[in-house]
């Protein structure tokens, strides 16, 4: 048998219990600290913003009292926080440093490899998409290989709540307790907020297109997976643009940017609406791709990795 442990005296026991509360209570403090902005977040104001633009008020109301609705304000201070750092003077140095990652990660052997094996894939796919909207394949694989690396990576983020974040965060003051003090100072302070009810109404006119898309197909919008600012679908989309330029090529019935075929054409149906022509010299295929993703590095990247995907192109098959 063990020694008993003495017991202790009164008072430390009550010492004791006074530590022991006091660690649980700080433990209490801290999860609701971290758990806290996402479960006690008021949606009423952008539930009734919904219910003004045509939406039912009892539907969005029930719709943003579920569970898995989450204030995620990291994606709107992650935004703010590129969009400051964007105007010091170190963004020279790291725009450089993005366009050799891009040109390294979408230029080696593997990965126009891969490109190629997937275009061979769907090469039957790619002819009849390239003959009814005049871009070439390899482009529209080059943007797939950019965009999600050929559908291996369409985001995990629940879109809903990125978009509701965003929408809600239209002023300073509620992403402030959310951002390093020392990032907004009395020179960007003006700057950040206009630049936050521009982004905010963005995300509300996407959190629209998102419900809509939701209602049209009949599906739960709070399933609905993708980037951290909103994109959906091996192509990318954001719901506005599933909207306005999604296809349904499989004819199933609805618009599925997850669907191989739905976003193949859907892609090709952006660029051709965004000005793409069979002919167009480089600086005009350039400035269509610029409005796909808005980085001159981006556009050069997909018609590198196009131009190294045609020089591949067997001498047997159609060109």
Not at 37 to 64: C, I, K, N, Q, Y
Not at 180 to 207: M, V
Request: aromatic fraction near 8%.
């Amino acid at each position: 048998m063990s020694p008993r442990t003495p017991p202790l005296p009164r008072g430390e026991k009550h010492r004791s219990r006074r530590r022991v509360g006091a660690l649980l209570w700080i433990t209490v403090l801290f999860l609701a600290a971290a758990l806290g902005p996402a479960h006690a977040a008021d949606w009423s104001p952008l539930t009734e913003r919904l219910a003004a633009d045509g939406f039912d008020r009892e539907a969005m109301v029930a719709l943003f009292a579920r569970p898995e609705v989450l204030f995620e304000p990291e994606a709107m201070s992650g935004k703010l926080k590129g969009l400051l750092l964007s105007r010091t003077a170190e963004a020279a140095s790291l725009t450089a440093a993005l366009r050799q990652s891009f040109y390294r990660n979408y230029l080696t052997h593997v990965a126009i490899s891969r490109a190629h094996a997937y275009l061979e894939e769907h090469r039957t796919l790619l002819d009849g998409v390239s003959a009814k909207y005049g871009v070439p394949r390899e482009v529209v694989v080059a943007i797939l290989l950019v965009e999600t690396r050929l559908g291996r990576n369409t985001g995990d983020k629940c879109v809903f709540n990125r978009l509701a974040s965003m929408a809600r965060s239209a002023d300073l003051e509620t992403l402030r307790p959310f951002l390093d003090a020392s990032l907004i100072t009395p020179d960007n302070e003006e700057y950040a907020r206009r630049r936050l009810r521009e982004k905010a109404d963005w995300a509300y006119g996407e959190l629209k297109a998102l419900l809509m898309l939701a209602e049209r197909d009949r599906g739960d919008p709070l399933t609905i997976r993708g980037s951290i600012y909103g994109a959906i679908g091996i192509c990318q989309f954001m719901p506005s643009n599933v909207l306005s330029y999604g296809i349904d090529a499989d004819r199933d019935g609805r618009t599925d940017p997850f669907a191989t075929p739905d976003a193949l054409h859907s892609i090709a149906n952006y660029l051709r609406g965004h000005g793409w022509r069979e002919g167009m010299d480089r600086e005009g295929q350039l400035r269509v791709i610029f409005a796909y993703n808005h980085s001159t590095v981006y556009a050069d990247t997909v018609l590198a990795v196009a131009e190294k995907l045609r020089s591949r192109t067997r001498p047997d098959r159609p060109q």
